[in-house]
């Protein structure tokens, strides 16, 4: 049983960064896992902003992000970052990571669908102003 723990949240200006962290506890025991941050706005379902399959490092991102977002993850601690960079006020939103077994077949994109994930993080709140 795999638990996800988000940190690294907070309130920021428009144009600065935050990294988020998700953590793995439980043990992953292997890399064939995709992992993914997904974000929901207020009044908006949840949507994917980034992941990455392990074993061979494939990413995806959603096209609001690309470029300013960058994921990543540390073998040794089992965790998954989001580095966000050049914040706007559109990203505020409760921010999650989600972790499912296996790679992402039919395609890249498929690293950033909801309903592809079984085991999700409580969540991590981004809030930006202008």
């Known amino acids: 049983q795999v638990d996800l723990l988000e940190s690294g949240g907070g309130s920021v200006q428009a144009g600065s960064s935050l990294k988020l962290a998700c953590k793995a506890s439980?043990?992953?025991?292997?890399?064939?896992?995709?992992w993914g941050w997904f974000r929901q706005r207020i009044g908006m379902g949840r949507e994917g902003v980034a992941g990455?399959?392990?074993?061979?490092?494939?990413?995806f991102y959603d096209p609001s992000v690309e470029g300013r977002f960058i994921i990543s993850r540390d073998y040794g601690e089992d965790a998954l970052y989001l580095q966000m960079n050049s914040l706007l006020p559109e990203d505020t939103g409760m921010y999650y990571c989600?972790?499912?077994?296996?790679?992402?077949?039919?395609?890249?994109?498929?690293?950033?669908?909801?309903?592809?994930?079984?085991?999700w993080g409580q969540g991590t709140q981004v809030t930006v102003s202008s």
């Open positions: 439980g043990g992953l025991g292997g890399t064939n896992y995709s």
């Open positions: 990455l399959y392990l074993r061979d490092g494939t990413t």
């Open positions: 989600a972790i499912r077994t296996g790679p992402p077949f039919g395609g890249a994109w498929t690293l950033i669908t909801a309903s592809r994930y079984s085991t």
